[in-house]
C-alpha cells in the first residue's frame, strides 16, 4: 500500500471538513435509523454531499465517510448512497464509492491505538461504528480480497481479537481467512442475513455486548466454533 502524496492528504482533509458542515437532517436521520445518533456522527466526522466539491458532482446526495488515522489525520473517504437499501435492486450504481487514485483502505485505524488489549475487526464502516455505540474499538475490513500478511501485521501485538462476521458467504470468507492469518482470533459469525449494524438496530448497544460476552442473545445466534475450529487449532474462546 502506498503513502499518501501531501497534496493528496491535504485535499482528503478539507473535503471531509467541507462535507461534516454540509450534514443536513436527511442524514442525520438515516443513520439514526442505523443506530448511530449525532455523537458518532461527529466522532467519525461523517457528513453529506450537499454541494459537491469540483469533481464530486456523481456523490451528490451521498453521506460521506471519512477514515481517520491514529494521528486524526484523513487518508480515504467513502461515499455512501442513502437513497436506498438495496443498491443493485433499485439500479443505483454502487452502494459505496470511493475517489479515483485513492486506494480503498481499513476503516478507523486510529482504534489500534485507542484500543486496549482488544481490538475488534468488522466488514466495513457501518458495523465498525456500530461497535463503537456498543463501547469497542474496531476497525472495519474493506472486503476479503483487503487482507494480507499485513494485516497480520497491523493486529500483533493484541491479547485479544474479536472478528464480527457477517452472516454470508462473503462474512464466512472473510472468518476463514482472518483466521488463518490470526491463529488467536476469535470468530463471532451472524445468523444468516445478519450483520453487526443489523443487531444493534434490533436489540441496541446491549445486544453486541452480550454477543461479544458469550450470553445468550434471542436474536443472532453467537457461533464460537466451525470456523476457528477448522483453521486455528483450539482457540482461545
Known amino acids: 500500500m502506498q503513502p499518501l502524496n501531501p497534496e493528496l492528504?491535504?485535499?482528503?482533509?478539507?473535503?471531509?471538513?467541507?462535507?461534516?458542515a454540509q450534514m443536513t437532517a436527511r442524514g442525520l436521520e438515516y443513520l439514526a435509523r442505523r443506530g448511530l445518533d449525532e455523537a458518532v456522527a461527529a466522532d467519525f466526522r461523517i457528513g453529506?454531499?450537499?454541494?459537491?466539491?469540483?469533481?464530486?458532482?456523481?456523490?451528490?446526495?451521498?453521506?460521506?465517510?471519512?477514515?481517520?488515522?491514529?494521528?486524526?489525520?484523513?487518508y480515504d473517504l467513502r461515499f455512501r448512497c442513502i437513497e436506498h437499501e438495496d443498491c443493485k435492486e433499485a439500479g443505483c450504481k454502487s452502494k459505496y464509492m470511493g475517489l479515483p487514485g485513492v486506494q480503498t483502505r481499513t476503516f478507523n485505524t486510529r482504534a489500534i491505538a485507542l484500543a486496549g488489549d482488544e481490538l475488534h475487526v468488522t466488514e466495513g464502516e457501518m458495523d465498525a461504528m456500530s461497535l463503537a455505540v456498543a463501547g469497542f474499538q474496531a476497525i472495519g475490513i474493506p472486503g476479503v480480497n483487503a487482507l494480507s500478511k499485513s494485516f497480520a501485521r497491523m493486529v500483533a501485538g493484541f491479547s485479544r481479537v474479536t472478528v464480527w462476521a457477517d452472516g454470508d458467504d462473503a462474512g464466512?470468507?472473510?472468518?476463514?481467512?482472518?483466521?488463518?492469518?490470526?491463529?488467536?482470533a476469535r470468530i463471532l459469525i451472524m445468523n444468516t442475513g445478519q450483520d453487526v449494524n443489523s443487531i444493534l438496530v434490533e436489540g441496541g448497544p446491549g445486544a453486541l455486548q452480550r454477543l461479544n460476552?458469550?450470553?445468550?442473545?434471542?436474536?443472532?445466534?453467537?457461533?464460537?466454533a466451525g470456523v476457528a475450529d477448522k483453521y486455528a487449532g483450539d482457540p482461545p474462546f
Do not use: C, F, W
Not at 213 to 224: K, S
Open 213 to 224: 460476552a458469550g450470553e445468550p442473545y434471542t436474536g443472532p445466534e453467537l457461533v464460537t
Open 172 to 184: 464466512r470468507g472473510m472468518a476463514e481467512k482472518i483466521a488463518r492469518l490470526v491463529p488467536i
Open 9 to 20: 492528504k491535504k485535499s482528503l482533509a478539507e473535503a471531509a471538513l467541507v462535507y461534516q
Open 48 to 74: 453529506l454531499v450537499s454541494s459537491p466539491l469540483s469533481s464530486h458532482d456523481h456523490m451528490a446526495g451521498r453521506l460521506v465517510i471519512p477514515h481517520i488515522g491514529p494521528k486524526g489525520n484523513v
